[in-house]
């Protein structure tokens, strides 16, 4: 019930326009009054999700609460008129290419399920006939009322975070990052890298570098044949960046049982190895 009433009270503070911090410092000296008070990680987790709704505003009268996204207006006789827009949903980011350009929006709602669920959705489509970002919205399960307002919702959306979008492996254009489907090598701060390609990926990721070192690259010191598949694997990421602008190949010819197969499983296992469709 506290939980309850303290959310309810950090809901009205938003909706007044007050920020994370403000929030949690109204929400800590009313929590000093309560009987038994709620943990302090509670009041922070209240402050936090609060303040993904948007505040009531004044200039594009759209609303978010926890039932959903609602417009706001006055009618001519001074009473509020309250149109539900579409369940409750948030642009959690801008996303764009590396190079800037084929902005999407990245928005988060859950769907009538209550199942919490990501799209993207391009900006440019907004415009374009047959509204195919209404018909993602619907096919994954927002409850929309109405369609005209929920696209002036989207585009009169603000928000600070941003993300890159890859739609390849290997390397940038400017060799910023060699980009994985798991993210970008190396790590950068400041925005988040999201490779968004169609190909069929066939990287795998299993276990760690350590235990990597300790059963797999051990064995190759002294073995010329797995030291030279293992090297062979590291070298292709670095051809573009020593200006090879074609890919090399390295044929292993020898008699059966002579260890060819498991000197490619070694090499494979650099980029994630195993099953009829890994490397």
Same mark, same amino acid.
């Given at each position: 019930?506290?939980?309850?009433?303290?959310t309810?009270f %950090?809901?009205?503070m938003?909706?007044?326009g007050?920020?994370?911090?403000?929030?949690?410092?109204?929400l800590?000296?009313?929590?000093?009054?309560?009987? $038994? /008070?709620?943990?302090?990680?509670?009041?922070?987790?209240?402050?936090h999700?609060v303040?993904?709704?948007d /505040?009531?505003?004044s200039?594009?009268?759209?609303v978010?609460d926890?039932?959903g996204? =609602?417009?706001?207006?006055?009618?001519?006789?001074? @009473?509020?008129?309250?149109?539900?827009?579409?369940g409750v949903?948030?642009?959690d %980011? =801008?996303?764009?290419t590396?190079?800037s350009?084929?902005?999407?929006?990245l928005?988060?709602?859950k @769907?009538?399920?209550g199942?919490?669920y990501?799209?993207?959705?391009g900006a440019?489509s #907004?415009?374009?006939p047959?509204?195919k970002?209404l018909?993602?919205?619907?096919d %994954?399960g927002?409850?929309?009322?109405?369609?005209?307002?929920l696209?002036?919702?989207l +585009?009169t959306r +603000?928000?600070?975070?941003?993300?890159?979008?890859?739609d390849?492996?290997?390397?940038?254009d400017?060799?910023r990052?060699f980009?994985? $489907?798991?993210? &970008?090598? /190396?790590l950068?701060?400041?925005e988040?890298?999201?490779? +968004?390609g169609?190909?069929?990926? #066939?990287?795998g990721?299993k276990?760690t570098l350590?235990?990597w070192?300790?059963?797999?690259?051990k064995y190759?010191?002294? @073995?010329? #044949?797995?030291?030279?598949a293992?090297s062979?694997a590291? #070298?292709? &990421?670095l051809? &573009?960046?020593?200006?090879?602008t074609?890919?090399?190949?390295?044929?292993?010819?020898h008699?059966s049982?002579?260890?060819?197969?498991? %000197?490619?499983?070694v090499?494979?296992?650099v980029c994630?190895?195993g099953? +009829?469709?890994g490397?």
């Amino acid at each position: 019930q506290q939980d309850n009433t303290l959310t309810s009270f %950090a809901g009205t503070m938003r909706r007044a326009g007050a920020d994370e911090g403000t929030i949690l410092a109204a929400l800590q000296k009313v929590n000093s009054r309560c009987d $038994p /008070p709620v943990l302090e990680k509670d009041l922070e987790r209240i402050a936090h999700s609060v303040v993904r709704y948007d /505040p009531a505003s004044s200039t594009d009268g759209f609303v978010l609460d926890d039932t959903g996204v =609602y417009h706001e207006s006055k009618s001519k006789d001074g @009473n509020v008129l309250r149109v539900f827009v579409c369940g409750v949903l948030t642009l959690d %980011a =801008y996303a764009r290419t590396t190079s800037s350009d084929a902005w999407s929006l990245l928005l988060s709602f859950k @769907n009538r399920d209550g199942k919490p669920y990501e799209l993207m959705v391009g900006a440019g489509s #907004l415009e374009t006939p047959g509204n195919k970002w209404l018909v993602d919205l619907l096919d %994954a399960g927002l409850d929309v009322a109405d369609n005209a307002l929920l696209k002036r919702y989207l +585009k009169t959306r +603000k928000v600070d975070k941003r993300m890159r979008l890859v739609d390849r492996i290997g390397w940038t254009d400017d060799y910023r990052v060699f980009m994985l $489907p798991s993210g &970008p090598v /190396p790590l950068l701060s400041g925005e988040e890298w999201v490779y +968004k390609g169609h190909d069929r990926v #066939l990287f795998g990721i299993k276990g760690t570098l350590d235990k990597w070192r300790a059963n797999v690259s051990k064995y190759c010191v002294g @073995n010329y #044949l797995l030291t030279f598949a293992v090297s062979s694997a590291f #070298l292709a &990421p670095l051809l &573009p960046l020593l200006g090879a602008t074609e890919g090399r190949a390295f044929h292993y010819f020898h008699d059966s049982s002579s260890g060819k197969t498991t %000197a490619l499983q070694v090499a494979g296992s650099v980029c994630g190895g195993g099953g +009829k469709l890994g490397f």
